[in-house]
């Protein structure tokens, strides 16, 4: 191998593979196979027309969220072939459907963490990486400084269904602040063996039809009706709860379910009444460990805030890394 395989940031719009025409999570116009890491608003690529592949979950969640691409759906460790490379998903834990994309080719392999979490979210298919020393490794580091660690998940568990019980008890009805996708169902699996009623907001109750068909249960719930909320477990995002959501409900008590609640300095931002620091992204020290683990060739950290602490971190171990945002490309 003399040229090493040559990776762009495209802006706001994913990662380029220029030698290969191939977009990881991008919506440019200059690849010509995008493969999508999962269903997250800001990894789907909106505006590409070039061929796209994803995870049967994941290509279900582009479709019932209004993507318009045509997408060939790839399952788990099926391998599909390009002209030039060769292009696997493995499990990455984050939400149901979400993958890792390893890229083989004359220019050496790659691995494409997208979002990942280990160990995995108990509603996703798990976390698994190739069997393959890696040249390039492409992480996110959303959680990158070492104030995220994350508590043990029984620890998480009992917290959730504590809050949620403990309420009830008291007569108040237990809202839990969870994006619509990953973290609602996570929440919804967690509180299951409560056998209590929930109801989720609409936008997140119609994604939940794709965790059933794949086997993820996620209990007893219905969509929210505002008449008949009281007393039940709500989920519903942080933004529908400034618009309204179960305003009619006097006595509840709102639980913010983020990574972002282990900053305590959270609490003062919103009005809430616990922090559950459970996130659906790998902590500070789970990355760490995930780069000692692979010890690829070339780390590059993206999605994050703190580079620099990352690769303090990855330097003291021997790991060569880079910023992968500090040569920003544009493509369009
Ligand atoms: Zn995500």
């Not at 008890?169 to 929440?187: C, H, M, R, S, W």
Request: with cysteine; aromatic share 10%; proline share 5%.
């Amino acid at each position: 191998m003399t040229t090493m395989l040559k990776i762009t940031k495209a802006g706001n719009h994913g990662i380029l593979l220029p030698q290969l025409g191939i977009g990881l999570d991008y919506s440019g116009k200059q690849a010509e196979h995008v493969f999508v890491s999962h269903g997250h608003a800001d990894h789907i690529p909106w505006k590409a027309d070039a061929k796209v592949y994803a995870t049967p979950a994941t290509a279900a969640f582009m479709k019932l969220r209004g993507a318009r691409n045509e997408v060939q759906t790839l399952p788990f460790k099926q391998s599909v072939e390009t002209e030039n490379a060769k292009i696997t998903f493995y499990p990455a834990g984050h939400i149901l459907g979400s993958a890792l994309t390893f890229v083989e080719s004359d220019y050496g392999n790659l691995l494409y963490t997208g979002d990942c979490r280990t160990p995995p979210s108990p509603a996703s298919e798990g976390f698994e990486l190739p069997n393959a020393e890696i040249d390039s490794f492409i992480t996110e580091a959303t959680f990158s400084l070492p104030v995220y660690r994350w508590a043990d998940y029984e620890e998480l568990k009992a917290d959730i269904t504590e809050f949620a019980t403990s309420s009830l008890e008291d007569g108040f009805t237990p809202v839990f602040l969870a994006y619509n996708l990953g973290k609602a169902q996570e929440i919804m699996h967690l509180v299951k063996d409560l056998d209590h009623p929930v109801q989720i907001h609409g936008a997140g109750f119609k994604l939940c039809e794709v965790y059933e068909q794949h086997g993820i249960d996620l209990g007893k719930y219905e969509t929210y009706d505002r008449e008949t909320c009281q007393g039940k477990i709500l989920i519903c995002p942080s933004s529908a709860i400034n618009n309204g959501f179960a305003s009619n409900v006097r006595k509840k008590r709102i639980a913010y379910c983020s990574g972002w609640a282990a900053m305590e300095s959270r609490r003062s931002q919103l009005t809430v009444d616990k922090l559950i620091p459970i996130s659906d992204h790998l902590d500070f020290f789970e990355l760490i460990a995930l780069c000692e683990q692979l010890r690829p060739k070339m780390t590059y950290i993206t999605h994050t805030p703190n580079p620099d602490v990352v690769k303090h971190y990855l330097d003291e171990r021997g790991i060569k890394s880079q910023f992968l945002d500090t040569k920003v490309e544009q493509d369009d």
